[in-house]
Structure formats: structure tokens, C-alpha cells
């Protein structure tokens, strides 16, 4: 297998009975349009509350690294790294907001969250 | 038919599943005063949560720019665009925000929301 | 007639199936203190949905400029203003913030609300 | 008597059909510690909604210069500021904010309420 | 004994039938990167309402300060100082927030709560 | 004629013994990128000594509107306004500085400054 | 005689021997446009070296206040303000900036300075 | 050829006969540790006074571009775009500066000029 | 003797072959209006280059605290706190600027250099 | 030898043809009062123009983490670093700059250059 999920890697949450929110902020994400093959730039935040995993931060980074040389629209990126450390570290609850660098003057920030219970 | 609106074009929500929200933030708008001819200018800040379709931006930009030369109310800007947007793609829920620049050293922020689910 | 409010003038809303909202900011304000007759400097914030109609910006501004020379307490000022207001423009809600610059080295901010839906 | 809580004067409240909100910024407040004696500076930030009367604010400001050669902890200034003023003008509500300036490079703010309809 | 939560000293709450907030905030925390040996830095926040003690400032000085030579996880960071305060001082709520300083450009914040009558 | 420059007026400098500087932001100038017809936005900044006459404000903001729908490279709006200002009010120094939005993620700033005198 | 510079006071300069500077800085100064009656508000910045007098803060406050109700363009009120200065406190250096309010959406700021010896 | 450097087009200077400057701010940059392989990011700043030609903004911003996949030193890439920009436009005098983010913890700004008459 | 001077403290330069600058910023300091007994508060800034001796910290902070409940005016605060260092710890050079919070809404910045070879 | 200064290393100036500026920001740099053994916090920077050889920048951050457990005052942190960096790349200019943290309110910033041809 090669898919970038399979970069991700995970440790025990020592404090599962408690929940805690764990913030986690990348500015220096960067992707390629799928149209014009140029750079885009963003703020990747995400948030969670850990369940029996926590997401281990420089495997972290190297995931959200193999994004560089992807072509990917902006809602995709968002809910692509929603679903892969949905999928990784089972979560109670977790968000994503990806803040792209404006692009012809326009800038977008996309949102999505896992679960209702927050 | 010739109407701004037209020139708005969409493309598939791949994640119609999931509710999440898109911000968009255009600092550059500008229009005209219908009293005086002078110009106005604007950020506008639109924010939804896609159902079938998400609104593509570069026609979002053309459609921005058509305001350019037109005379128009800062209560019409906001709930013009409110109602281009709903009626193209149709969002779960959507807000549009227009933070107009100082005239006579008044400065006037127009919101206006579609559906009462927020 | 010379009462201050009676330079008000309103135009019609032409939204008035939608629930929104206009902020409008005069950072620009200035009344006199009536026990020492110094100047008082403050911005004014007033933000409301408009029913039947909107208040008119050059209007509004001749009407907080008629403060320039008036003696007047911080808390008359700020329900003043949105007496006047709501007479005028009989707005499903309001809200008037009046914030004054330190004398003494003391600031004081006053904010009044018109209608309990908010 | 000579308690500083005399020093604090009140004028009519000319609105009282209203539910309004002052509030009021003090950033020059200065006491000592009770322990060592060294001075500590703070920002006090009072919010209140009046009931029959307002504090003066001339008055306010000779009250707080009270604390400049008392010793007093931190808790002490907030709750007690508090006390003395729902006791002078029986706010309906009323919130005491002390924020300290960093000793031994630690910051505090204490922040104590009045009445639970808030 | 000779745990870093035998420096944490306490004080009687002189205000216990009100619940009040204190907010304290130490920008200078250091500790190290079990893994690498590394210094980690954070700002820590604390916030609690205090039941029949509050704790006194300079000795979590060094409390914290104790920190300065451990190899400790931020996850175990923030989860230990709320352990060791609420065994403490037993207050009626508290927050703990520690907000690390970027590593490989990534900041990770986490915060953890105690009691859920917030 | 019908130039743009025409739209310049000027008044008598009545302090022309003093060598006074005027220094003039206009934060709303939009043009026309003569490749694409896409509006270009920028804050001209306008700093000068008056010899015989100042230039006139409003002539001044009706003149820079006059680039609205010009065509024009960054280069060409900073030495034309220039050009423009000295040829009109021939001051004994003057800077246009033009500082225009992003584009391609890519900002610019052209500075030009009239006679050697500085 | 009623001219306003007569309102301004001196005191004694108790540190002839040393040439050191004393900026002042009064943020709410406002006039009126001579050519609309409509009000005009700026910074005035007055950095100087004192000779034999200082200018008296409480006297220079009121002569500022005299400009509230004068017509008086940007470029008068700056080197009227310098020209009053200088003759009353005879100044070894002196500069005094007014920097207006924006108005049609363009910022003024003059600058004038007394003596060559900077 | 397939250099970088032949990347950047120009275009002639039409105003050659003032001292001008352009100040041209990439903050999206990107290139590769050429002893990790991880990405590094950096603001680069190049300001230059034209003589012949103009250096052209798009081909500009796709020779930046190009250094996104290169492993470089930071000093070698601020005096080799200096490098190749001179080759290329022979300015009068010109100016790079980039400012990269931090890397452990530490910020690096190199700044290389060109021509002595600076 | 009593006199606050003698509070200061000094240590031997360790440095003295080279030219090296101290500023030292303290936010905190208060003294007491002569005319009306009312606290001014200011930052006082103190930049110098020690010749045989540094002024030590800790005593700096007591002669600081001594003008709590001194009346004095702001000139004579800047010249008498460069007069008093200057005579214990003969600086090659130093410069004493006290930036006063504002007072009816007058800011004033006082700035005094000891020694000409700045 | 074990002294800190032996951790620099340094690497070829590709570049000695130039004068170029490199600065170095490190907001991570701690060390101990040699009075208190209480912790003090600053940024370090260091500009230099390079001479044969250039900082490597991992030497130069474990040199800087070897003040974590020293005594030593701010002077000499300034100009220890200072000679440190002086015998080791021989920079033809070099600057030091420790900004300490506040500590009893009091902030100080040492400042030294090596060589006078700055």
C-alpha cells in the first residue's frame, strides 16, 4: 500500500477518561491546482478530541507534506485529511479548517467537523 | 438572457454527506453610488454549507466584478448577491456579509442569512 | 417643528421578507460634557433590522452631528439616539453603542437595546 | 466615617424601563502587596446594567485612587471593589474584572459577578 | 516526599459564598522533548473558580519551574498540572491551556477541563 | 482637451515662505491590467512641498477616479501620476508612491520621486 | 484682543542648560471645512525643544478647542498652529503634523517645521 | 538551455530617464533543505531600480517557482535570484531579501544588494 | 542622607573596551501631579553606554517606586531622573524618555540626552 | 576542552565577493539569575556580514540551549555570544541584541557590535 493515510502514525491516549482538545495548526501546507497545476498555499488547523489514540505530530507533518505535489481542489483537501485521521485515530469528535492564500484576490477557508456531539 | 447571474457557474459537491461549511472573502468589490456616481467600495465575505452544488469561484469573481460599473444600494448589493447565490446552487444555509469603506466618515456592514436552520 | 430627530429621514425597505441586519459606525461622534462644557469625543455604533424602513446615512449624519454643541451625559446620549431611532424607523430590532474616549483615564461604553427577539 | 466606599457618589438613572449596560475602564489602578509592599498595577473593567442610580464617575475614580498605599491581594481588589459598589447603587447586574500586571512573570485576572440573571 | 506537586502551597478563599474566576497566565514555561531531549516552550493558562482555597502564585512558580528539566509529552504536560491543582486545591471548576511553541512549523495547543459544571 | 490631467485644479499655497510637506493617501485607486482587462487595486500615497499652489483634494479624487477604466501598467500609473501632479502644481519635491494588491500571490510597490532636492 | 493664540500660557523652562525634546499629542482635535460647514477631525502631534518657556498643557488644550468651531482649511490650521506656538513660547526647534480624518476616502497629513537647526 | 534563470522575460523601462523604484513581495516561496529533503518556506522581497528593462511579474513569479522542488542553502538562494535578476535586467541598483521561517525554533533573514551606490 | 539618588546602585562594567547599549523599560511608573495631587502614570525608558559602571536593576526599580507620592511635573520627572543616573553611574552616553498616559486627552512624550557624541 | 564555544561550527562563504547581512532570530533562549537561579527568557538576534566562513545554524542552536543551566547576567550573555561568534567565523561586521524579559516590571535589551565599520 501507498496512500499518503498510511503515513499517519499513532500512541495511546494516557488520559481516556477525561476529554481533552488537542489543536494542532500547519501554516506552511501547500498543494497544486488541478487545473492550472500552480501553487496553492493554506493554514491547516485541526482539532480533536483524542479517544484511545492520539495522532503522532511529525508523522503528521510528513502526511500533510505529501500534499505538495498533489493536484487537489480546496474542498477536497479539507475533507480528504478529515476522513484520513477520522479513519486513523477514531476520534470523539474532530475538525478541519483548511485557510487558503488568496487567489485572484479571493481567499477561501473550508470547515468540516466529524461527529455531532460537540 | 444577459443578467449577472449568469454568469455564476457550479460544479458537484463531492461530500454532499457531510455538512461543512465554505468561507469565501473577496476584499476587493466595488460599485457605484446611484445618488452620485461615485464609487463604492466593499469586502465581501460569503459563507455556506453546500448541498448538491458549490459555487465555482472564478465565475464567483467575474460575477463580483459585474457590479463594477453598476449603480446599487449597499442593502441591494448584499441581498442581490444573497439571492444570485441561493437560487444558482441552492446551499443548506448561507450568509452574505458586505463591509462597506467609510463615506462622509460613516461605515456600513449589511448581513443578510438564507434558511433558519444556523 | 426642530427637535434633532425630525432630520431623520428613512427610505423604504425593499427586503422586508428577510431578517437582516445593517451596522453602521460613526467614529466620529462629539457631544459637550454639561457640567464643564469640554468636548466629549465618542464612535457610534448602531446596528438594526429594518421593517418597513431604512434610515438614511446622510441623514443620520446630520443628525449626530446636531450632538456637536448639545451639553449631555454619556448614558443620554446612547438612549437618546436610540429613542430617536426607533421612533423613526420602527426597526424589528436595535442596538446603539456608544463608546467614549478616557477623561480622568476612565472609558466608558454604554449600550442600549431596543425589542427583546434578538 | 471614613471607609473608601464613601467616597463613591450616585446620580438618578433617567432610563430605568431599560435594560442597559455601562461599562467602564480603568487601566491606571495601582495598590501594594500586602506581603512585600512593592506596587502592582491593574486594569479594572466594571460592567453594570443600573437600576435606580449610576455611579459617578468622578467619584469612581477618587475610590479606586483609595488603593494606591493599601496592601491587598489580587481576590481582595476584585471582590471588594464589587462589594462596595452593589452596595452604593444595588446594580440589577454587575461584573468586576482586575486584571494584573505580569509579577515574576505571571499575569492574573480575577473576574467576580453580581446576581445570577446574567 | 518529593513530587513537583508538594511545592504547590494554597491560601483560604476569603470570597467562598460567590464564584468568581481567576485567570493566570505563565508565557515562560519550558520543559523537554522526551524523545529528542530537546526544550519544548509554552504559554500556560490556568482558569478556576476557587472552593476553599485558591493557590498561591509564587509557589506554582515553581512548580512550574520544576518542569524546566522533566522529558514530558505536551499531552502529559497539560493533563499533570490539572491533576496536581484540582488534588490541590479542589476548586469548583477549572481549565488548564498550554500552548507550545512551533516544532517542524507545527503548534499544537491542548486544553483540558475539570468538572463539568461549566 | 479632454486628459485626465485637465481634471486637476489647484489653490495659491498661502505659506509659500515655509517649506512644508503634504502628504496625501487615497487607499481606494482601481485600474485596468492592459493584458487581461482584470481591475487592478492599489493605495497611492501622494507627498509633496507646495511652491506657488497646493493641489485641490476633490479635483484630486476625481482625477485618480479617472484610471477606472484605464488599461494600465504599475509602472505607468506611478510615473504618470507624477508627471501629472508636477506638470499641474510644480512643487519643490514630490513622491507618488503606488502600492497595489496581490496578484499571483505576488505584490508590488512602485515609488518615483520628482527633483533632486530631497 | 480675542485672537486665540492669546489663550495659550508659558511656564519657566528649569533645564535651559540641555537641549531635549517634549512631543505632545492630542488625538481629538477638530475644526470645521470652510467650504461645506461640515466637521473635520485630526491628530495634532507638536514635538519642540524649549528656549526659556515650555507651552502650559491646560492653556493649549482650550487654544486647541478654539479651532472647533472655525472654518479653516488643512494646510491653515497646521501652520497657524506652528506660527501661534512659536511666537508664544519661542521654541529652539519645533514641528507640528495634523493628520485629518479621511474624507471622499482620501487622508491628509501636514507637516511643518520651525528653524533650519534639526 | 534549460536554466532557471531563462525563466524571467523583461519588458523596456519607459521612463528610464527618472530614478525609480519597484518593490516586488513574494511571501509564498518554497524550496527544499538540501540536507532533509523537508520544505522550507520563505518571504522574498526584491527591490531594484530599473535602467533598460523592467523584469516581467508573471515570469517573475514561475522562476520562483521553480525552486519549489530544488535542495538549497539559504544563502545561496537570496544571492542567486539576486544573481540571476541582475544577469537579466542590469537594474541600477537592486535588493533581496529573504526571510524564512523558523526552523527549530529559529528565524533566518538573509539580505544581499547589488551596486555600491546604494 | 535621604535623598532618592542614594537608592541607586551600581556594578562594575565587565565590558569597558567595547561601546555596547542598555535600554531598560519600565511600564509601571507613577508619580503625583503638583498642581492637583491627582497620579500620572508613564513608561520610562532609559538607553545608555556604561563606562566604568552598569546602574544595577533592582535599585533602579526602588529609586523609580520613590516618586509614587512625589508631585512633579513632567519635564522635571525626565531631566531629574537623567541627572540623578548620569551622576552615579557617569554613562559615555545616555538618553532618559518618559511617555505620560494621556491627561484630558493630551498625550506628552519627554526625551533628554546626556552627552554630545551620539 | 568542553567550553560552549567549541559546539559552533561553521561552513564556506560561498559568496565572500559580497557583502551581504544575515540575521538570526532565536526567541527561545533561557538561562539562569546568578543571584536568584531563577530562569530569565529572551530573543537573541545576530546579524553579521560574513567573512570566509558562515554560522551553521544547528551548531549555533545547541550553542544557545548551553546557557540553559548557567548563572550569568545579561551583559554578559550579550557580549560572551558576541566574542563566541567573533573568534569563530570572523565576520567582517557583527551585531548582538538580548531582549530579556520583564522582570519585576522591568524590561532590558543589551545591545554590542564587533568592529566599527558599521
Known amino acids: 500500500m501507498s496512500e499518503p ?7 495511546p491516549n494516557q ?3 477525561r476529554d481533552y482538545k488537542i489543536e494542532i495548526r500547519q501554516p506552511e501546507f501547500t498543494s497544486l491546482c488541478p ?4 501553487p496553492d498555499f493554506a493554514t491547516i488547523t485541526i482539532s480533536y478530541t483524542p479517544d484511545k489514540v492520539c495522532v ?6 510528513f ?4 500534499y505538495r505535489e498533489r493536484g ?10 478529515l476522513d484520513d485521521l477520522v479513519m486513523t485515530c477514531q476520534p470523539r469528535w474532530m475538525k478541519v479548517e483548511a485557510s487558503f492564500n488568496a487567489r485572484g484576490g ?3 477557508i473550508v470547515t468540516a467537523v466529524h461527529s455531532a456531539n460537540y
Chains 1, 2, 3, 4, 5, 6, 7, 8, 9, 10 share one sequence.
Open 5 to 11: 493515510r498510511q503515513l499517519l502514525e499513532t500512541f
Open 15 to 17: 488520559f481516556p477518561h
Open 35 to 38: 487545473k492550472t497545476g500552480q
Open 56 to 61: 503522532e505530530l511529525k508523522s503528521l507533518k
Open 63 to 66: 502526511y500533510l507534506q505529501s
Open 72 to 81: 487537489i481542489f480546496y474542498e477536497h483537501v479539507t475533507n480528504t485529511i
Open 106 to 108: 479571493i481567499t477561501e
